[in-house]
């Protein structure tokens, strides 16, 4: 496994793989866990050479906080990654990739971007377009990796692609879990003893509001999941949305030729955790 912080060493090393060779790219923040792990795992079944960028991207925090705070083990991350035998890592650092101007572009994702992370962490969408826009004209890969558990940004990259006519193959890979349910996420590791505890009633509430669904009442779903959070004392409801799969517009009633997805967002403290599910 070969690691590079520069740009122009990276290129020099992907420049000698054969033009016959499939590359694929995987962009993570680090702090790796087994949802990442397993994405990695599919991108190596189907492309020749895999690529994984680990970069705290500064321009997608809303919140200074969250970025100060967001987890660093990079030493264990490559020696997982080695021990996987990922091909390449990229471990810029801001300057590298922001070359001194630390701003995002600004796209127009028509409106996938003006509801749920979008309409609650402001600009964010803007900053994480940027940013893998940057890696894939770094990397040039064949097909670029991303998890069903960020599916609005997963959504965001395939409409950035097709609005820059980028020539690259968008791959979605399904919610790594823990045993208990909870999402695999690096803020998992930013949980106090209690809140990890309370953390299954996440994904619990989802898979209960994909039943209730069933029902054809999105009030009452809405307002059963409104108060499983108001007794929880350790998590607290930012947002439980039902929305087309497609455009992420929020349902107003349900079609029969519709899918449809349940996304929550929820605080333990200070700590946001998002989770989906698909509900038809
Ligand atoms: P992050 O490091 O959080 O920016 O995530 C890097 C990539 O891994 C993104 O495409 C995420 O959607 C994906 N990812 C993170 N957690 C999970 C998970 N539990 N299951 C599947 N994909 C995930």
Same mark, same amino acid.
């Given at each position: 496994m070969e690691v590079f912080e520069s740009i122009k060493s990276l290129q020099q090393?992907?420049?000698?793989?054969?033009?016959?060779?499939?590359?694929?790219?995987?962009?993570? @923040?680090? #702090? /790796?866990?087994?949802?990442?792990?397993? !994405?990695?795992?599919?991108?190596?079944?189907?492309?020749?050479?895999?690529?994984?960028?680990i970069f705290v991207n500064p321009t997608q925090f809303d919140k200074k906080e969250d970025l100060v705070n967001y987890p660093n083990t990079l030493d264990a991350d490559l020696e997982v990654l080695k021990s996987i035998g990922c091909d390449y890592v990229f471990t810029p650092n801001i300057q590298e990739v922001y070359q001194g101007k630390t701003r995002s572009e600004s796209f127009d994702f028509k409106g996938l971007d003006q509801v749920m992370e979008g309409k609650f962490r402001t600009g964010h969408f803007d900053g994480v377009a940027t940013i893998v826009k940057k890696l894939f004209n770094i990397t040039k890969p064949d097909k670029a990796y991303f998890?069903?558990?960020?599916?609005?940004?997963?959504?965001?990259?395939?409409? @950035?692609? #097709? /609005?820059?006519?980028?020539?690259?193959? !968008?791959v979605s890979v399904g919610i790594y879990r823990e045993d208990d349910g909870l999402a695999m996420s690096s803020r998992n590791t930013r949980l106090s003893q209690e809140q990890r505890l309370a953390a299954p009633e996440i994904y619990q509430t989802l898979l209960k509001s994909?039943?209730?669904?069933?029902?054809?009442?999105?009030a009452k779903v809405k307002s059963f999941v409104k108060n499983e959070f108001i007794q929880n004392t350790e998590l607290n409801l930012e947002y439980y949305e039902i929305a087309d799969s497609e455009t992420l517009k929020?349902?107003?009633?349900i079609l029969a030729d519709r899918k449809y997805r349940a996304f929550i967002a929820v605080f333990a403290d200070k700590v946001r955790l998002i989770d989906n599910i698909a509900l038809n």
């Open positions: 090393s992907l420049s000698a793989i054969g033009q016959n060779l499939t590359i694929g790219l995987v962009p993570t @923040m680090g #702090a /790796l866990h087994e949802g990442h792990l397993s !994405i990695v795992r599919k991108a190596q079944g189907e492309t020749d050479r895999v690529i994984v960028s998890g069903e558990k960020d599916f609005q940004q997963l959504l965001i990259i395939k409409k @950035m692609v #097709a /609005l820059e006519f980028i020539p690259i193959d !968008i994909k039943k209730l669904f069933q029902n054809g009442d999105l929020s349902a107003k009633e």
